[in-house]
């Protein structure tokens, strides 16, 4: 039986909230249920919204939490972070290339989110782009007139299909959201080439996260295939919400630790999040370590679960 190695890779834009705790609770829970590592790698490849002291405040909190990771990043080991793995995402790009896969773009949209995992309502369809089919007169007019081009796969008309451990069978077939972004046109990496390359060169054979990537699934796996490897098993979480529907999110300014740690022990928040997930039968403390034994996805709803700040 092969071991579990999990991954809790957050982005260090900003101070860990509510939901972001959540799902580093249920990725260990889920990791140590099984036996398995548990790694912590920093999202931070888009150095303009990246900060190291969040990156430090991260890995404090998690240690806070009593949720403490087998290894990963910290301030000696460096290559846990995207920021320090750009080598691994030029061999990766020049294998796509070499396949036929990538062509320039000079389209705008979808630049500045591209470094970044996607939010709820910035995922756009791309039924085909005209970039696809420039020819070489036509790249060379538009770079004399200052366009600079991102970098975009071609995608098959093809469909992938895995079992999600939390929502069970899901089908997706690549040509209906179509090309993506996998280099911005300023260099940063995307966010879906990093992370499938990052999960593919660690190891990682298990991923838990929020149901707001499972549109990117199809596409990592698709892409860790093309690159020669083997893609993890997914589960996917729900999304804690504010009580307008909104996803939580560090650009909002959503209850952070720095706001919980000053109101809660680790036990107390650990029993308020478990309640609120359908992890215990009240919000009384609790360590995770306590909810590992009877731990089990079955408890946990598939629809998004309404956080009230009123409660807090």
């Known amino acids: ?19 972001n705790i959540a799902t580093s609770l249920l990725t260990w829970l889920d990791c140590r249920k099984a036996g398995g590592k548990l790694i912590l790698r920093m999202e931070d490849i888009d150095r303009d919204r990246c900060k190291s002291e969040y990156a430090f405040k991260i890995a404090d909190d998690l240690q806070w939490l009593g949720i403490p990771y087998d290894k990963g990043w910290d301030e000696n080991s460096p290559e846990f972070a ?11 790009f020049k294998l796509l290339f070499d396949k036929g896969l990538v062509y320039p773009c000079y389209c705008s949209r979808c630049q500045r989110l591209a470094a970044s995992a996607p939010h ?6 791309d039924y085909g782009c005209k970039c ?10 538009l770079e004399q007139s200052g366009r600079r081009p991102s970098w ?10 895995f079992t999600d451990g939390h929502y069970g069978k899901i089908s997706e077939n690549l040509a209906v959201s179509g090309d993506f972004i996998i ?16 999960d593919m060169e660690m190891g990682i054979n298990r991923v838990v996260r929020g149901h707001d990537l499972l549109g990117s699934t199809a ?14 098993e997914y589960c996917h979480a729900p999304l804690l919400v504010t009580e307008d529907s909104r996803k939580m999110s560090k650009r909002y300014g959503d209850l952070s630790t720095e706001v919980l740690r000053n109101k809660y022990s680790p036990e107390e928040l650990t029993g308020k999040i478990a309640f609120l997930l359908g992890l215990a039968d009240s919000s009384a403390p609790i360590s995770p370590c306590e909810l590992l034994e009877n731990f089990s996805w ?8 309404e956080f009230k700040s009123s409660e807090w």
Do not use: C, F
Not at 183 to 198: E, F, P, T
């Open 120 to 125: 709820p309502g910035e995922v756009s369809v």
């Open 298 to 305: 079955d408890k946990i709803s598939k629809n998004d679960i």
């Open 132 to 141: 696809r089919s420039l020819t070489d007169k036509e790249r060379q007019t």
């Open 152 to 161: 975009k796969v071609s995608v098959p008309n093809r469909e992938i299909s």
């Open 82 to 92: 995207q920021s320090s793995r750009t080598e691994l995402y030029d061999e990766a």
């Open 219 to 232: 596409k990592q796996i698709w892409l860790i295939n093309e690159l020669g490897g083997t893609a993890p």
């Open 183 to 198: 280099r911005r046109s300023d260099g940063i990496y995307a966010y879906q080439l990093a992370v499938s390359v990052d």
């Open 1 to 19: 039986m092969k071991e579990i190695v999990s991954r809790y890779a957050p982005s260090p834009s900003g101070l860990l909230h509510i939901g």
